[in-house]
């Protein structure tokens, strides 16, 4: 399976068959190669739509989706460089307590810090100071010193 037989069952279907999140969970050429396919051919309405089924499935305890997966879409939507996203990623890592553990801080100011923190300085839903009030005390911490080369660089959870 290739990301474009992925982006048309999604596009025809609305959802992703059982073999499909298989292989999305299973094949690291494919998650490579998704990265790749969505650096070079933006298509950020299919990269929304593909977090939020992953998502709901994260959410029914009949289907295991791993976090690397949440984090793969995460990365991909940050890849389409929309400042509002970040609260999509932000979203992603509250699911539950395992993703909440799981997926990297480092996911949610793709548009590098200061950026992100003006951002949700703007915003005004719970989710976003909520998510401002940690960015902020990550950066204190250290937590993006090195951001430029966690997104130079091919992710751990691929």
């Not at 068959?17 to 998704?34: D, P, Q, V």
């Not at 999509?88 to 799981?102: A, M, N, S």
């Not at 951002?119 to 250290?142: F, H, M, R």
Request: glycine fraction near 4%; hydrophobic fraction near 35%; proline fraction near 2%.
């Amino acid at each position: 399976m290739k990301t474009e037989d992925i982006i048309n069952e999604l596009t025809q279907t609305r959802k992703l068959s059982k073999e499909a999140i298989e292989e999305i969970e299973e094949n690291r050429g494919l998650r490579l190669e998704m990265i790749q396919y969505f650096e070079k051919n933006k298509n950020r309405e299919f990269v929304l739509e593909f977090l939020k089924i992953l998502t709901e499935l994260r959410q029914d305890p009949n289907v295991g989706i791993s976090g690397d997966s949440l984090m793969l879409a995460c990365y991909i939507l940050g890849q389409h460089n929309q400042i509002e996203d970040c609260l999509k990623v932000w979203e992603t890592k509250y699911i539950d307590f395992d993703t909440y553990c799981y997926i990297d801080i480092q996911l949610v100011p793709f548009q590098g810090v200061q950026e992100t923190i003006e951002y949700l300085k703007t915003q005004t839903s719970d989710e976003a100071k909520n998510a401002l009030e940690y960015v902020i005390t990550c950066s204190k911490a250290g937590d993006f010193d090195n951001l430029e080369e966690y997104y130079n660089q091919t992710p751990w959870f691929v």
